[in-house]
């Protein structure tokens, strides 16, 4: 897991949204013909106003960023949260935040 993939794949809205909307795919995602349990579609994404390619892009990062993960069902992609790293970056971004401990970030040195 690293971690300053994972803050920058969260600075995006949009893909913040994706993770917050995975979440709940039987809230948000009810009208897929697939079952949930499979992940959500690829096409579903494009309710948020985004083209194919934009939110392609951003469901990409993501899974570079180990936060969802995919399945390839035919010609359909399937995506689900991957809660095993989002615990863990939660739990360590918990830990570097409450022990002040600073840590040298990219491109900055002390």
Sequence with gaps: MNTDDILKALAHP?????????RE????FSG?????DLGVC???????GLSQSTV??????LQRAGLITSQ?????IFYSRN???IAAFLAELSTLLQSGESRSLPGKTE
């Excluded at 897929?32 to 949930?36: G, N, V």
């Excluded at 690829?42 to 948020?48: L, M």
């Excluded at 392609?56 to 990062?61: N, V």
Aim: net charge negative; aromatic share 8%; charged share 20%.
């Design 56 to 61: 392609s892009s951003h469901l990409a990062i």
């Design 83 to 85: 809660e095993e790293t």
């Design 32 to 36: 897929q013909t697939h079952p949930l």
């Design 14 to 22: 949009a893909r913040l949204q994706i993770l917050l909307w995975l």
């Design 72 to 76: 390839r069902l035919g010609q359909w």
């Design 25 to 28: 795919p039987e809230a948000h």
């Design 42 to 48: 690829a096409s579903q994404f494009e309710r948020c």
